[in-house]
């Protein structure tokens, strides 16, 4: 399969999990998988259904309807795991005009979880490759499962269950490039194997130019295919006990002359006798990503301040289960976060750019390590009355002591 299909599945599967949770309903949920069904399969048009409660709930996605994506229910006489390309085919009565000239070519993808049948994909048109939509529609069974399961608890859409919406999101991104990542690393090596081949013997200035961008292309690819493995399946920590504050200096020392042109100054409010146990070389990776962030995110003359302590003041528990942690936490006051920036912040890719934040899989990669080792980690905008970091941004880790 060429790269480019396989990095569009990536992308369209990871936009599937970021728009569709956290859902509020089986149409919010339906309408997010016509549409993006309809845009990675490259269908002419695309009816996802969805089988509950005797009724058949279903979204009709086509480019050429002012209305797209359409939906419509209908009473069937079927229990879940009957749901088959001929019922879900028979809602379409109703929302295509042109039905039979539509289904002369259909490709069905159906929706299991645990080998149980919850709906599918009618992709109408001509479809070349149906077995790549394999992830996107273990995805899309993952999704209605867990639209499900909060029918039937509803407190897991209470507004306190933020967090744990969030990492189950983060979760199934993890799931997906684990098994991703390996499709996209093997043509994207022979690309820069054969570009390195090719410039052995290459004499022409711009010919090698040209093939010194394609593997120089190509290997960026392939680290960042890396990232995305290590934040799927990263190595299991090595704990040992070390005292943070120093380390924290140190790499706060050396950014500081990596971004000598932001002329930050640096406050520093560091308990030099914590002792913290846990893998050494993760927390140093935190602590870079978190200041490197701020760094980014500062204007010229800004103010980074840095705070380690011991507390046992845990976000969402009270302080009769709280028990004691280390808290790490980085302030800036930088351009601060907009609505989107801080419901995709820790989302791997997403890119916060504009406002000055990074790019790739740093606070992702910062989520992944700390749920390692049962710590957490949180975002939130600087309090206006704090003058020292106003509008800004402050990253709170927590690790257990």
Same mark, same amino acid.
């Given at each position: 399969?060429?790269?480019? @299909?396989?990095?569009?599945?990536?992308?369209?599967?990871?936009?599937?999990?970021?728009?569709?949770? +956290?859902?509020?309903?089986?149409?919010?949920?339906?309408?997010?998988?016509? %549409?993006?069904?309809?845009?990675?399969?490259?269908?002419?048009?695309?009816?996802?259904?969805?089988?509950?409660?005797?009724?058949?709930?279903?979204?009709?996605?086509?480019?050429?309807?002012?209305?797209?994506?359409?939906?419509?229910? *209908?009473?069937?006489?079927?229990?879940?795991? *009957?749901?088959?390309?001929?019922?879900?085919?028979?809602?379409?009565?109703?929302?295509?005009?042109?039905?039979?000239?539509?289904?002369?070519?259909?490709?069905?993808?159906? /929706?299991?979880? %645990?080998?149980?049948?919850?709906?599918?994909?009618?992709?109408?048109?001509?479809?070349?490759?149906?077995?790549?939509?394999?992830?996107?529609?273990?995805?899309?069974? #993952?999704?209605?499962?867990?639209?499900?399961?909060?029918?039937?608890? +509803?407190? #897991?859409?209470?507004?306190?269950?933020?967090?744990?919406?969030?990492?189950?999101?983060?979760?199934?991104? &993890? *799931?997906?490039?684990?098994? &991703?990542?390996?499709?996209?690393?093997? +043509?994207?090596?022979?690309?820069?194997?054969?570009?390195?081949?090719?410039?052995?013997?290459?004499?022409?200035?711009?010919?090698?130019?040209?093939?010194?961008?394609?593997?120089?292309?190509?290997?960026?690819?392939? %680290?960042?295919?890396?990232?995305?493995?290590?934040?799927?399946?990263?190595?299991?920590?090595?704990?040992?006990?070390?005292? +943070?504050?120093?380390?924290?200096?140190?790499?706060?020392?050396?950014?500081? #002359?990596?971004?000598? =042109?932001?002329?930050? !100054?640096?406050?520093?409010?560091?308990?030099?006798?914590?002792?913290?146990?846990?893998?050494? @070389?993760?927390?140093?990776?935190?602590?870079?990503?978190?200041?490197?962030?701020?760094?980014?995110?500062?204007?010229?003359?800004?103010?980074?301040?840095?705070?380690?302590?011991?507390?046992?003041?845990?976000?969402?528990?009270?302080?009769?289960?709280?028990?004691?942690?280390?808290?790490?936490?980085?302030?800036?006051?930088?351009?601060?976060?907009?609505?989107?920036?801080?419901?995709?912040? /820790?989302?791997?890719?997403?890119?916060?750019?504009?406002?000055?934040?990074?790019?790739?899989?740093?606070?992702?990669?910062?989520?992944?390590?700390?749920?390692?080792?049962?710590? !957490?980690?949180?975002?939130? *905008?600087?309090?206006?009355?704090? =003058?020292?970091?106003?509008?800004?941004?402050?990253?709170?880790?927590?690790?257990?002591?």
């Amino acid at each position: 399969m060429p790269v480019t @299909e396989s990095a569009n599945q990536s992308i369209a599967a990871l936009q599937l999990v970021q728009q569709a949770l +956290p859902v509020s309903s089986a149409d919010a949920l339906l309408e997010c998988l016509a %549409d993006s069904w309809l845009q990675s399969s490259g269908a002419a048009a695309c009816h996802v259904s969805l089988v509950s409660n005797q009724k058949l709930s279903s979204a009709f996605a086509d480019p050429a309807c002012s209305n797209d994506p359409r939906l419509s229910h *209908e009473l069937i006489d079927a229990a879940p795991h *009957e749901w088959s390309a001929t019922l879900a085919s028979s809602a379409l009565t109703l929302v295509v005009d042109s039905k039979s000239e539509m289904l002369t070519s259909v490709t069905v993808v159906p /929706f299991e979880f %645990d080998g149980q049948s919850l709906g599918g994909a009618l992709l109408l048109g001509d479809v070349e490759d149906s077995e790549a939509f394999s992830t996107l529609a273990t995805v899309s069974a #993952q999704l209605i499962e867990q639209l499900r399961n909060a029918a039937a608890s +509803p407190t #897991q859409l209470e507004p306190a269950s933020e967090t744990r919406l969030r990492d189950l999101k983060l979760e199934a991104m &993890a *799931e997906f490039a684990a098994g &991703a990542g390996h499709e996209i690393n093997n +043509p994207v090596a022979t690309i820069a194997g054969r570009s390195a081949l090719l410039l052995k013997t290459e004499t022409d200035p711009e010919r090698r130019r040209i093939l010194e961008t394609i593997g120089g292309q190509a290997y960026r690819i392939r %680290d960042m295919i890396g990232d995305a493995m290590t934040y799927a399946r990263p190595p299991e920590p090595v704990p040992e006990e070390f005292s +943070p504050a120093a380390d924290i200096l140190q790499i706060s020392e050396s950014l500081q #002359q990596q971004f000598a =042109d932001k002329n930050a !100054t640096f406050k520093s409010l560091l308990d030099e006798s914590i002792k913290l146990t846990a893998d050494r @070389e993760q927390f140093r990776v935190i602590a870079s990503c978190l200041i490197k962030n701020s760094l980014e995110a500062i204007t010229t003359d800004g103010l980074i301040r840095l705070e380690l302590a011991q507390t046992t003041d845990i976000p969402g528990k009270d302080a009769e289960h709280s028990s004691p942690h280390i808290s790490f936490s980085v302030s800036d006051n930088g351009v601060g976060l907009s609505k989107t920036d801080r419901e995709h912040l /820790f989302d791997p890719f997403y890119s916060g750019r504009q406002a000055g934040r990074g790019l790739g899989f740093g606070l992702s990669k910062c989520w992944q390590i700390l749920r390692l080792h049962g710590g !957490t980690i949180e975002a939130v *905008e600087t309090a206006e009355q704090d =003058d020292d970091a106003r509008n800004g941004l402050t990253v709170t880790t927590m690790w257990p002591k």
